[in-house]
């Protein structure tokens, strides 16, 4: 299985930016999904982005607009960038790289539960405070 490593995290002032990536061990072309997943103080852990091996996007609505989720191949990383920052986005995100394939499977990754996110590669986190 794939280890990840978030970085980039950080304290913005709402409306700004900021860009998180996350490193893995290994390369990731045979992946099929990976994304970002965010939790906040007393709120449930929610997918934020995710992306396939073909390049598709999935975006929490919230989100959309505003972040960009992006892979690149050759350097075995994943980049969240994050515009237009709101103090709701503060929270610990996650990269996440999923350890099955096919359509039920990510499904399952981007909805938080089944075996899709059960069986998935996550990194330790890092702490994004988005606060004036």
């Known amino acids: 299985q794939v280890q990840l490593v978030e970085s980039g995290g950080g304290l913005v002032q709402p409306g700004g930016s900021l860009g998180l990536s996350c490193a893995a061990s290994?390369?990731?072309?045979?992946?099929?999904?990976v994304g970002w997943y965010r939790q906040a103080p007393g709120k449930q852990r929610e997918l934020v982005a995710a992306?396939?091996?073909?390049?598709?996007?999935n975006y929490a609505n919230s989100v959309k607009g505003r972040f960009t989720i992006s892979r690149d191949n050759t350097k075995n990383t994943v980049y969240l960038q994050m515009n237009s920052l709101k103090p709701e986005d503060t929270a610990v995100y996650y990269c996440?790289?999923?350890?099955?394939?096919?359509?039920?499977?990510?499904?399952?990754?981007?909805?938080?539960?089944?075996?899709?996110?059960?069986?998935?590669?996550w990194g330790q986190g890092t702490q994004v405070i988005v606060s004036p």
């Open positions: 992306i396939t091996s073909r390049y598709s996007t």
């Open positions: 996440a790289a999923m350890n099955m394939q096919g359509p039920q499977a990510h499904i399952s990754f981007c909805s938080g539960r089944g075996p899709g996110v059960m069986f998935a590669s």
């Open positions: 290994g390369r990731i072309f045979s992946i099929e999904t």
